[in-house]
Every structure is written in C-alpha cells, then in structure tokens.
C-alpha cells in the first residue's frame, strides 16, 4: 500500500514566524510538521477540530491546513521572513521543521478505508520515537550545509519519515480500524499482505485463517475488528480499488479488466462497480479521463 501512495518528499522548511501567526499549507500530496520548540493548534480543511499540537511532536497532514498562534490572524502562506536556518534556539519562540511531499497516484489509498485528517505523535520523553531526531539532524544538516545529491538526500529522508509516523501511529493505542492498523498487526497482516500481493485470487475466510495459523471463527473476528469491514467485504474494496485505477490509467476493454480484478463476468463486475461507485464502469471512465 505504501508503495501504491508513490509519495515523494519535495521541500524541507525551518519554520520561524513572529507570533501571532497562521500559516497555510496546501500541499496535496502531504505535510510533515515536527515541533522543536513552542506549540501552535492546527486546523485542517473540512475538519471542525482545532488540534494542539506542542513541542516534541511530530504530525502528519493529508489535505490542506493552517498552523496558527492567534485566533484573529487571517491565514497565508510561508513567507521568507517566517523561515530560519536553526530550529532551535533555547527561546520561547515557537519553531518547526515542516517537510513537504508531493504524488503521483493516491486513489487507491483514498478508495479503501483511510486514516484520520491527522496522524499525530507525541514525541516529549518518548524514548521510542529516537529515529525522529536522527531524521531532523540529518534533514538540517542537508538544508544548511547543501552539496552534491543533497535534494535526493531530503527527498529519501523525508520519505522514511513518513513510513516511519505512519508505522509508529498504527501501533499506538490511538489508531482506528482501518488497513493502517490492520496492515500492522502481527497477526492479520500476513492476510492482508497476501489480499494485496494478489487481490483477483479467489480468496475464502478459511485459506486466509490458514495463513495467519488461526481458526476460521477467530481470523474472521479479529480481521473485521482491526479493519472495520469482513475479509469478503475488504477483497471486494480492494478489487474495485484496482479496476477504478486500470479504467483511469488504460485503455483495455471493460472486460479485460473485469477479469484481471478477479471477476467471473463483465456483468457481475459492473453490477459491483456501479454499486460502489454510483455509476457504470464505461461512464466512470469517460468522467475520470482528465480528472
């Protein structure tokens, strides 16, 4: 799944503004923000929650968002002025490095059950997330001392960062259902790990309890309880997942892709689709073509 995101980390910034302050950020891909110094409260678009976040924390951000100290501070963009060349300064000041990603494709994430409007650690003490201040004397030291490769080097870094926030949020005891903690757990994960490797298999409750080395009864409540769907219900997102990604990206025949995705039949397949999606296949494809 994390290879089906195709993230790739772009820009690294050392946050520095004069309170009061509200910062937007509209990247689309995704937002990195990890706090030295200070707190701030972070609003997400099409989210009413005004989350705090303080020093040592380190959260991930998937649509447009605004940093903000000051309720009555109408929101723009990072400017010049609001960056440094440190993070920290032993102030009061509040600081943060904030890493950018951009992507190719995310719909597949986006179409199966997805993760919060932000994923947040707290990382004060938390002798667990040690990887985080490796990650941030690296990203500096690439900023303020750049040489040959540098921006791959931030690009790579940033990129294990995310896969990093990602597997340490899903472990922790915050995390919902959903294929993040699913994928994670040491159990089921084998299952899903197979689901993913090879969605149009004709997948049965009783061949994935076998992998996981659990009865049927106990895979199937274990499953549905760390993924918030049953295994049939999960193959089928998945499947649909894929086929909605071939109709955008191709230009094989309905058909076709009806059987790569594991269907037994044009019809059945755009009985499901148009089911899930609202509409036949062949119209989903002329709608999506530019989108």
């Known amino acids: 799944m994390l290879r089906g995101v195709r993230l790739r980390g772009e820009e690294v910034y050392c946050c520095a503004p004069v309170d009061p302050f509200a910062i937007s950020f509209g990247q689309s891909g995704g937002t990195i ?49 609001d960056q440094h060349h440190q993070v920290v300064t032993g102030g009061h000041e509040t600081r943060w490095l904030t890493g950018t990603f951009s992507s190719d494709y995310a719909r597949k994430v986006h179409l199966l059950p997805h993760r919060p409007p932000i994923l947040q ?16 004397q690296m990203l500096m030291k ?43 757990d040491p159990v089921i994960g084998e299952a899903i790990a197979a689901i993913h490797a090879e969605p149009a298999e004709e997948w049965t409750i009783d061949r994935l309890a076998q992998i996981c080395n659990l009865s049927r009864s106990a895979f199937a409540e274990r499953f549905a ?6 295994p049939v219900a999960y193959v089928a997102l998945l499947r649909l997942a894929d086929a909605a990604d071939l109709l955008r990206e191709t230009e094989e025949a309905v058909g076709e ?30 709608e999506k073509a530019h989108t």
């Open 33 to 81: 923000h990890i706090v030295s110094q200070g707190d701030f409260e972070l609003e997400v678009e099409g989210d009413t929650t005004a989350y705090p976040v303080g020093r040592g924390d380190v959260v991930l951000v998937g649509r447009p968002h605004v940093v903000r100290r000051g309720r009555r501070v109408r929101p723009r963009p990072l400017g010049e002025s």
């Open 121 to 136: 650690l707290h990382g004060v003490g938390n002798q667990s997330l040690l990887w985080l201040d490796v990650s941030t």
């Open 142 to 184: 690439e900023m303020t001392q750049p040489t040959q490769g540098s921006r791959e080097m931030i690009s790579r870094i940033l990129d294990l960062l995310y896969i990093q926030v990602v597997r340490a949020w899903a472990t922790g005891p915050d995390a919902p259902q959903g294929w993040l903690t699913g994928a994670m």
């Open 225 to 230: 309880r760390k993924m918030g769907h049953t």
């Open 257 to 286: 892709i009806a059987r790569r995705c594991g269907y037994r039949s044009e019809a059945a397949f755009s009985r499901a689709f148009s089911q899930h999606f609202g509409m036949p296949p062949s119209r989903w494809r002329r």
